[in-house]
């Protein structure tokens, strides 16, 4: 299936897996895609998987990934040098902070790469770098971050299924079908007509340093993911002795705690403006470009929302293909928009301010 296809670069060594699960080849007769599903469109996405892979925009270039690794190490760095020489004033205080911010967020943006096997061509390179991104720099666990995001991009949007809106209905109501549904029942559990305000407040300056930062750990824990959590230790480790030699206990958490919240902001509204003003529903098993289109939108390219973005403002191309490396996003879209054009999809493309206003 195409799902099975655009998740998995060795298709020989994932095949060996299903060998055991075969049932049986199905009969001449019968249809090999279902009746929800578009048929032509499935067989023109297929072409142009096929023209993509002949391209080579599958293939990374190395020499990319290396200079974003090494501008985040960059960063990392100077976060800490700047309150070595300058002090702990409020002022080198601030500028740390958000030096240490944009490092860690372009961190999120690079184990995301890695997470979908993007960066190298052999997949335990991106599993090793994977773990040293995420677990050490970032200090979250690759695992964890693997099972929920893996679930997202194989149904986005469909509720029960991907856990990034599972926030509805306990803490806001999405979709227009859904609050409707809600309204029906009568089921309230907080003041939706105020979702738009108290959204300030909640979900992007707490994400990370409440749910998250939970939420990794209690995962990694029992499901005894012990590597990625040793490796989560190194980064604890080094945070508290390097920063706790500069900066006082109380000083010390204040730090971390805003810079996670300065992370998860600015986390929250990029990884939202795809996703949230876009159809939410119950999943109808539509083929892999309708699921993905219906759930996604893109933003307008420019220098800056490319690296501001980690290159998700090319959402949708994203979606499509998830293991292409984010610098080729920009090749494929002219051919992906031809598509969706001849089969009456609607390929939204915003302002990245307009994007931002859309979620709220």
């Known amino acids: 299936q195409d799902a099975f296809v655009a998740f998995h670069v060795d298709k020989v ?7 055991s699960l075969q049932i049986g080849e199905l009969a001449p007769d019968q249809p090999s895609i279902e009746p929800t ?32 690794l090494a501008h985040i190490l960059l960063l990392d760095t100077a976060a800490w040098l700047i309150l070595f020489y300058f002090g702990t004033s ?10 240490l911010t944009i490092s860690q967020v372009q961190a999120s943006w690079l184990q995301h790469d890695l997470g979908h096997l993007s960066v190298f061509r052999k997949t335990k390179w991106n ?12 200090g979250a666990s690759a695992k964890w971050w693997t099972l929920l ?25 999405l979709g227009k079908k859904f609050s409707v549904e809600l309204g029906i029942k009568k089921k309230k559990y907080m003041p939706y007509n105020h979702q738009h305000k108290y959204f300030f407040i909640t979900l992007p300056p707490l994400l990370f340093p409440t749910y998250f930062h939970c939420h990794t750990f209690y995962i990694a824990y029992t499901k005894r993911y012990w590597v990625d959590l040793a490796w989560m230790l190194t980064f604890y480790i080094r945070f508290f002795f390097t920063y706790g030699s500069l900066l006082e206990i109380k000083s010390l958490l204040a730090y971390y705690f805003i810079f996670r919240m300065l992370e998860s902001s600015w986390f929250v509204w990029v990884s939202q403006m ?13 083929d892999w470009v309708s699921t993905q289109l219906q759930a996604t939108c893109n933003v307008e390219q420019s220098l800056f929302n490319d690296w501001f973005t980690g290159h998700l403002n090319f959402q949708i191309e994203h979606h499509l293909f998830p293991t292409m490396p984010r610098h080729n996003y920009w090749k ?9 054009a001849k089969h009456g999809l609607e390929y939204q493309c915003k302002p990245l301010l307009t994007a931002f206003a859309d979620i709220v």
């Open 332 to 340: 494929v879209a002219p051919l992906v928009k031809s598509l969706c």
């Open 37 to 68: 599903k578009n048929k032509m469109l499935v067989k023109d996405f297929r072409e142009l998987r096929a023209t993509v892979e002949k391209m080579g925009l599958l293939e990374p270039n190395q020499l990319f990934f290396f200079l974003h």
């Open 127 to 138: 599993h090793l770098l994977h773990k040293f991104v995420m677990c050490h720099l970032i």
């Open 90 to 99: 409020l002022m080198p205080f601030i500028v740390s902070l958000v030096v």
């Open 274 to 286: 795809n996703h949230i003003p876009m159809d939410i529903y119950y999943d109808n098993n539509l």
């Open 13 to 19: 060594l994932v095949s060996k897996y299903l060998k």
């Open 149 to 173: 995001h893996s679930r997202h991009h194989a149904k986005p949007n469909c509720f029960r299924k991907d856990p990034d809106i599972d926030m509805h209905p306990f803490l806001f109501t």
